[in-house]
């Protein structure tokens, strides 16, 4: 459920008000897992907004469930509630951010979280963006802490072709992931593209990057028009 509508104000273009709710169930019935959700987004005139929010979930686990190396979930019934704000710039300007700022309950325990994307387009052909997720979690099982990089860089030669290079890396797995991917329009509706993926491990006494898996996909999406 969405609700929006001018503010007629200086600073602000308009306030929009979100609600929405999913649950998922087993074949007999029981509820698995549900999720509530309600923020309000603030949008300035310009562009850019800032939203704030809350959200309930619910998690039923039937049996226990190792969440971590040693961190164990019990079997039982979780609800935890937490609140989230953050602001965006807008997108087309040269260069800007978006931030997230999270805390509350989480299966039993709490978690903080933080998400940062910042990006720059140096001119209409160039645009990079990096972007930086850090959770906390302290749960009865034991404390953790979750990190995900991700990096990407984007060049447009031409209005049919781009060309996008992604970077990526978490500190539970310790994989960096590389993706490469070149789409060429022909056509309007009509593009090819061209994918490399790249895995790179930790391997050996020395703890060394070392390629874990490398694969290449092509494919081709054709629009005919009678």
Same mark, same amino acid.
């Given at each position: 459920f969405?609700?929006?509508?001018?503010?007629?104000?200086?600073?602000?273009?308009?306030?929009?008000?979100?609600?929405?709710?999913?649950?998922?169930?087993?074949?007999?019935?029981?509820?698995?897992?549900?999720?509530?959700?309600?923020?309000?987004?603030?949008?300035?005139?310009?562009?850019?907004?800032?939203?704030?929010?809350?959200?309930?979930?619910?998690e =039923?686990?039937?049996?226990?469930?190792?969440?971590?190396?040693?961190v164990?979930?019990? /079997?039982?019934?979780?609800?935890?509630? %937490?609140?989230?704000?953050?602001?965006?710039?807008?997108?087309?300007? %040269?260069?800007?951010?978006?931030l997230?700022?999270?805390?509350?309950?989480? !299966?039993?325990?709490? =978690?903080?979280?933080?998400?940062?994307?910042?990006?720059?387009?140096?001119?209409s052909?160039?645009?990079? %963006?990096?972007?930086?997720?850090?959770?906390?979690?302290?749960?009865?099982?034991?404390?953790?802490?979750?990190?995900v990089?991700?990096?990407?860089?984007?060049?447009?030669?031409?209005?049919?072709? !781009?060309?996008?290079?992604?970077?990526?890396?978490?500190?539970?797995?310790?994989?960096?992931?590389?993706?490469? =991917?070149?789409?060429?329009? /022909?056509?309007?509706?009509?593009?090819?593209?061209?994918?490399?993926?790249?895995?790179?491990?930790?391997?050996?006494?020395?703890? %060394?990057?070392?390629?874990?898996? =490398?694969?290449?996909?092509?494919?081709?999406?054709?629009?005919?028009?009678?």
């Amino acid at each position: 459920f969405s609700y929006e509508f001018e503010s007629g104000g200086r600073n602000w273009n308009e306030i929009d008000f979100d609600f929405s709710a999913g649950f998922d169930a087993d074949l007999g019935g029981q509820i698995l897992s549900e999720d509530f959700e309600f923020y309000v987004t603030f949008e300035r005139k310009g562009g850019g907004e800032y939203n704030v929010g809350i959200e309930h979930e619910r998690e =039923r686990f039937l049996e226990d469930f190792e969440i971590l190396d040693g961190v164990i979930i019990p /079997v039982g019934d979780y609800r935890h509630t %937490r609140v989230f704000g953050g602001f965006s710039t807008p997108s087309s300007w %040269r260069w800007g951010s978006r931030l997230k700022l999270s805390a509350g309950e989480y !299966l039993g325990g709490q =978690r903080q979280g933080i998400d940062l994307e910042m990006f720059w387009k140096p001119s209409s052909q160039w645009a990079t %963006r990096v972007s930086v997720n850090n959770d906390w979690n302290q749960l009865p099982g034991g404390d953790f802490e979750t990190f995900v990089v991700n990096g990407a860089l984007q060049w447009t030669p031409t209005t049919e072709l !781009l060309l996008t290079t992604d970077l990526q890396y978490d500190n539970l797995s310790e994989k960096v992931g590389i993706n490469g =991917r070149v789409r060429w329009t /022909v056509k309007p509706g009509s593009n090819v593209y061209f994918v490399v993926n790249q895995s790179l491990t930790k391997m050996g006494p020395e703890r %060394r990057y070392e390629s874990s898996g =490398r694969e290449a996909v092509a494919k081709v999406g054709w629009t005919w028009r009678f």
